[in-house]
């Protein structure tokens, strides 16, 4: 089985990703759970002291709120982060696209309202069968949103994006630059840049060239910023990046 995940883009470009195993995705998954079971413990507590109602009604109560914390506990982390809960941060997991992109509100919603499915018949048994026969480890919940969870990369990020060495003639040097750079960049957009600048060693020269050439003429487009001829396409990325990075 292979561990990585490589994704091309229409420069040609490769990413590889590696795809996260059963023993982190456990383990960061026993920490939600202690996460939701926190919480579902403090509202049942919460509602029975303010509201004492009969030990029936309490019990169905109960089995929708764990319904609606352990569906909306996953959708809310994965969605405001990118495709990290909680455990998946500690553990350095994320849930991504098959493309490789931001996982989506609609997609965070398919993938945890199956793991009802998933879960069956105890365990997530289901789900484990699913993802011994795929080779990205995918569950049924994975397979019907189109994403799957990959293990990051531990990168020793730098506080900027440029060495010390070209801080001299970079844009941070102008407050105003700065201030509409980081008004006009989206998230989307700062993720990919900080993202391809910070792994920009592993791409092959020819692609890496190609690559920020198209990126210095998308920013140039995008922020109606020209690049002064004394940097480079590459390192009028970096200068725009490290902005965003800060």
């Not at 939600?32 to 109602?53: C, Q």
């Not at 009802?116 to 019907?144: E, H, K, N, T, W």
């Not at 990168?155 to 700065?178: C, G, K, M, T, W």
Request: with cysteine; glycine share 6%.
């Amino acid at each position: 089985m292979d561990d990585l995940y490589t994704i091309t883009t229409p420069e040609n470009v490769e990413f590889s990703f590696l795809i996260a195993g059963y023993g982190s995705r456990l383990l960061s998954w026993l920490i939600d759970l202690l996460f939701i079971a926190t919480t579902i413990l403090g509202v049942s507590y919460g509602a029975n002291f303010i509201f004492p109602i009969s030990q029936g009604i309490s019990a169905a109560l109960g089995l929708v709120t764990f319904f609606l914390i352990n569906w909306g506990y996953f959708v809310f982390w994965e969605w405001k982060t990118g495709g990290q809960s909680p455990g998946k941060k500690l553990f350095h997991l994320r849930v991504i696209q098959n493309n490789g992109a931001k996982i989506t509100l609609f997609q965070s919603m398919i993938r945890n309202l199956l793991r009802i499915v998933d879960s069956l018949p105890f365990f997530y048994l289901a789900g484990f069968i699913a993802s011994f026969f795929s080779p990205q480890l995918r569950r049924l919940g994975d397979l019907a949103a189109g994403t799957l969870v990959i293990k990051e990369e531990v990168h020793l990020r730098p506080e900027v994006i440029l060495p010390e060495s070209q801080r001299y003639n970079s844009f941070q040097e102008d407050p105003q630059l700065a201030r509409r750079i980081t008004s006009l960049i989206s998230l989307t957009e700062r993720e990919v840049l900080i993202t391809i600048c910070l792994r920009r060693e592993e791409l092959s020269l020819p692609a890496r060239l190609q690559l920020f050439t198209d990126l210095a003429e998308y920013c140039e487009r995008r922020l109606n910023i020209e690049r002064p001829l004394s940097l480079s396409q590459e390192n009028y990325v970096l200068n725009i990046t490290a902005i965003l990075a800060q």
